[in-house]
């Protein structure tokens, strides 16, 4: 039997705010869904949260993952951040390693299993918003590795638009922003966006509202629209992020049919 050490009140680097949200991954449960099978899936946000978006880690087990193509109505994006994994986007499937991602429209079958060994990834979905006139884009499966970096405003900062950027038909974008040592963003961004950030690798300081949060590989940042936000890398190497935000679709005003995007 474990004896616990001397000390009951609970230390973390935890917030949760209505406005925002950092989420180390100590404090975050496993949750078992159906049609997953060996997968534990550990949610940074939801709509419970305010958030207009869910994401999560899945944690797999060799073999794990969904046992089964499957199609809930919703626009799905997954991330592979360790081992490999074989990602299916409505039909066609690939087996890719860290740094893999797919892309599914909602209305298409998606999947994801692990193969050879454990594996995890980032799984983001959302209900779509359709923009008139214009279709929505179909499945694609990529790899970081062959996504263009674009050097922005200064040297030492990189975007890659894994879901290309401006494309009006979709009301999503998920970049991987690249930090070298020192690095920042030259001023406070406060904007009509919601974010889910994930910390991929390195360290740096993250303002939210008036706070300054420390944050690390592994970390999960919820940001609502309006919050005010910047970012400055520490550490001895390159520190990136992957990053959700809603695009490319108008306001909606309460008591008025759909919902909004950016």
């Known amino acids: ?33 159906p049609g997953f099978a060996g997968t534990a899936i550990h949610f940074h946000t939801s ?6 978006f869910a994401q999560a880690l899945l944690a797999m087990e060799p073999g794990g993952g969904t046992t089964g193509p499957r199609e809930d109505g919703l626009e799905h994006f997954l991330y592979v951040l360790e081992g490999e994994a074989e990602l299916g986007a409505d039909g066609e499937a690939r087996v890719l390693g860290a740094g893999g991602f797919a892309y599914t429209p909602a209305g298409r079958a998606y999947g994801i299993r692990a193969v050879g060994g454990p594996a995890r990834a980032i799984w983001i979905q959302r209900p779509y918003i359709p923009a008139p006139g214009i279709a929505p884009r179909g499945a ?5 590795d062959a996504v263009p970096r674009v050097n922005k405003h200064t040297q030492g900062r990189a975007w890659q638009a894994l879901l290309g950027e401006a494309d009006l038909a979709m009301d999503m974008e998920v970049n991987i922003l690249s930090f070298a040592p020192g690095n920042y963003f030259p001023f406070v961004e406060t904007h ?21 949060h420390e944050c690390w590989a592994g970390d999960f940042i919820w940001m609502g629209a309006y919050v005010p936000q910047q970012f400055y890398a520490t550490g001895w190497g390159e ?13 909606v005003f309460p008591g008025r049919q759909g919902q909004a995007g950016r």
Do not use: C
């Open 192 to 212: 009509i966006m919601q974010h889910g950030l994930y910390m991929l690798e390195g360290q740096g300081l993250y303002l939210l509202g008036r706070e300054w």
């Open 47 to 52: 709509p419970a949260m305010g958030a207009n």
């Open 1 to 33: 039997m474990q004896i616990l050490p001397p000390g009951i009140a609970g230390h973390n680097r935890t917030m949760v705010t209505p406005h925002y949200a950092v989420m180390p991954p100590e404090g975050i449960l496993p949750s078992r869904l």
């Open 140 to 144: 694609f499966l990529g790899h970081r």
């Open 239 to 251: 520190t990136a992020y992957l990053l959700y935000k809603d695009v490319n679709r108008d306001v």
